[in-house]
C-alpha cells in the first residue's frame, strides 16, 4: 500500500506576526488545493505570547511585563489561553476537514492528530500519554494555557507537555501547538496580571505542578534539533504519512509577509478585545 506523502516545511525561527501569518496563509492554500496537507515546524524570534483568538488581552496581560522581557504579543486564530513560545518546538498541521482520516468532531481530530505528539515523545525516549479528563473538564480563570490539559493533550508523570489549539475555516483543519523544551517560570508569570505578589507566587509555584518541559523529564539534555527531528518520525509513525520537505516560493513568500504586517502586526488584530 502506498503510503500518502505531506508537505513538510521547516520555517526554523521566525517572528511571531510571521508564524501566525504562514499558519492561516498554509490553510488557504489547502483550501484553495494548491497545496496537499502540510506540517510544519518553527520557532520564534523573538519569543512571543500568542493569546487566544477570544481572549481579553485588558486586564489579563501584564503588558509591561511582555515589554520589558523583549517579548512581541500576537493574536492566534485559534481559541484558548496565552501561550509564552520561547525555548520549544512549535507544530502545525494543515489538512483538509474532508480528508478520510479526519473525524467529524473536534475532540476526535485531536485524537487523530495528536497520535504523532505521542510517537515523538516515545522518540525521545519520554513516556508520554494522552490527557482524558474525567467526567468535566475543571477550567479555571487563569491565563495560562498550560495550566490545565485538554482532552488527548499529551501529559508526562501527569503534568501537561504539549498544548494545542485547533481551529476550521475554509473546510480545513487548522491544529497548532507547543511542545516546550525548557520552560523559564520567573519569564511566564511575569507577563499576567494578578491581584497581588503573593497570588503570583503561589501560582508560580503550584505551575510545576501541572505543566512540565522535556528536559525536566529526559535522561539526557534535548535541543531544538533533537526535538525537530524525533516530532518529524513521530508524525510521520503516527499518522502513517510521508514527509516531503518543501521551499515556499518567492510569491508565496510575499503573501506571507503582507499578511504578517497588515494583520498579525497591527494593534487592531492583536488587542481587539
Known amino acids: 500500500m502506498v503510503m500518502e506523502t505531506w508537505y513538510f516545511l521547516d520555517s526554523n525561527y521566525c517572528s511571531p506576526a510571521f508564524n501566525m501569518a504562514m499558519d492561516e496563509m498554509l490553510l488557504h492554500w489547502h483550501s484553495q488545493g494548491k497545496i ?4 510544519r515546524f518553527y520557532g520564534w524570534e523573538p519569543a512571543g505570547l500568542s493569546v487566544g483568538y477570544f481572549q481579553k488581552v485588558n486586564g489579563k496581560i501584564d503588558l509591561e511585563g511582555v515589554k520589558q522581557h523583549g517579548i512581541e504579543l500576537v493574536r492566534r486564530q485559534t481559541g484558548g489561553r496565552a501561550v509564552l513560545h520561547d525555548q520549544e518546538l512549535t507544530y502545525s498541521i494543515i489538512v483538509s476537514e474532508q480528508h478520510e ?37 475543571q477550567t479555571t480563570n487563569s491565563a495560562v494555557c498550560f495550566e490545565e490539559p485538554s482532552w488527548y493533550e499529551l501529559i508526562v508523570e501527569g503534568k501537561k507537555a504539549a498544548g494545542s489549539a485547533q481551529t476550521r475555516k475554509e473546510g480545513v483543519i487548522l491544529q497548532h501547538g507547543s511542545i516546550p523544551i525548557n520552560v523559564d517560570k520567573v519569564k511566564l508569570f511575569d507577563l499576567f496580571i494578578y491581584p497581588n505578589d503573593r497570588v503570583k507566587q503561589r501560582a508560580r509555584r503550584a505551575f ?3 505543566a512540565v518541559a522535556i528536559n525536566e523529564v529526559s535522561d539526557r539534555t534535548i535541543t531544538y534539533d533533537d526535538t525537530k527531528l524525533a516530532f518529524k518520525k513521530g508524525f510521520e509513525r503516527g499518522l502513517d504519512i510521508q514527509l516531503e520537505p518543501v521551499e515556499l516560493s518567492d510569491e508565496q513568500m510575499h503573501e506571507v509577509n503582507r499578511l504578517a504586517k497588515d494583520k ?10
Open 264 to 273: 498579525y502586526d497591527s494593534k487592531e488584530w492583536n488587542y481587539y478585545r
Open 101 to 137: 482520516k479526519m473525524p467529524k468532531s473536534v475532540k476526535d481530530a485531536y485524537f487523530v492528530l495528536s497520535k504523532g505528539l505521542l510517537e515523538g515523545f516515545k522518540e525521545l525516549n519520554v513516556e508520554a500519554e494522552f490527557a482524558i479528563p474525567e467526567g468535566k473538564l
Open 208 to 210: 510545576g505542578d501541572k
Open 36 to 39: 496537499p496537507p502540510v506540517i
